[in-house]
């Protein structure tokens, strides 16, 4: 593979996957405040939101093999394991790292939710929220289109999009429109059979 086409994948991989997490994180808000109806079940919300985070690892992970394989830069896999252990760019590969570690948290938790409960899953996977800016900020910072035009319409976008979605969530989320279904069957659950 030759060094042009490794820098392009790297900078394409790293541009696919800030839209991607920006999608997952937009369809995680959404789903937090139960947008789906009788005709759009719930199950289809997650499904879709687990593929495309799926789909993010996908390309993260293109992204930092083709980063680390690429001899302009000689990072190293130290550089993409411990935060901050780049001399190229350290602070910025930093929060690059930071932010792969813990969408490796979330991706793990998830696999073991039914093993960690509810509760240990939830406060890890907030972590999602966190990981979305440090990503954001290690592109604008590492990245060598970081001021290009068409590198900042989507920096835009995604921000846009997220933050839009967050503001949905706060502020004008319609009630739940299946929260009595739910309250009832989990009522009905707590009694257990036969009663």
């Known amino acids: 593979m030759s060094d042009q086409l490794l820098w392009y994948t790297t900078r394409g991989a790293g541009a696919v996957?800030?839209?991607?997490?920006?999608?997952?994180?937009?369809?995680?808000?959404l789903a937090r405040v139960r947008f789906e109806t009788r005709g759009w079940p719930r199950f289809l919300s997650a499904a879709v939101h687990r593929d495309l985070a799926l789909m993010t690892l996908v390309f993260l992970l293109l992204h930092i093999v083709t980063a680390v394989v690429d001899p302009f830069t000689h990072l190293g896999l130290v550089a993409a394991l411990v935060p901050f252990g780049s001399y190229y760019r350290t602070v910025w590969?930093?929060?690059?790292?930071?932010?792969?570690?813990?969408?490796?948290?979330?991706?793990?938790?998830?696999?073991?939710?039914?093993?960690?409960?509810?509760r240990v899953w939830r406060g890890i996977h907030w972590l999602a929220y966190l990981s979305w800016p440090v990503a954001v900020i290690h592109g604008i910072g590492t990245g060598t289109?970081?001021?290009?035009?068409?590198m900042l319409a989507?920096?835009?976008?995604?921000?846009?999009?997220?933050?839009?979605?967050?503001?949905?969530?706060?502020?004008?989320?319609?009630?739940?429109p299946l929260a009595d279904e739910r309250r009832v069957a989990a009522e009905r659950a707590s009694f257990g059979p036969g009663r």
């Open 17 to 29: 996957s800030l839209v991607l997490l920006s999608a997952v994180v937009v369809l995680g808000l």
């Open 93 to 118: 590969l930093g929060l690059g790292t930071i932010a792969f570690e813990l969408l490796i948290a979330i991706v793990a938790t998830s696999l073991l939710r039914q093993h960690i409960g509810a």
């Open 145 to 150: 289109d970081g001021t290009a035009a068409w």
């Open 154 to 176: 989507i920096d835009i976008v995604c921000v846009a999009a997220v933050a839009g979605a967050l503001v949905w969530r706060l502020l004008a989320a319609p009630p739940d």
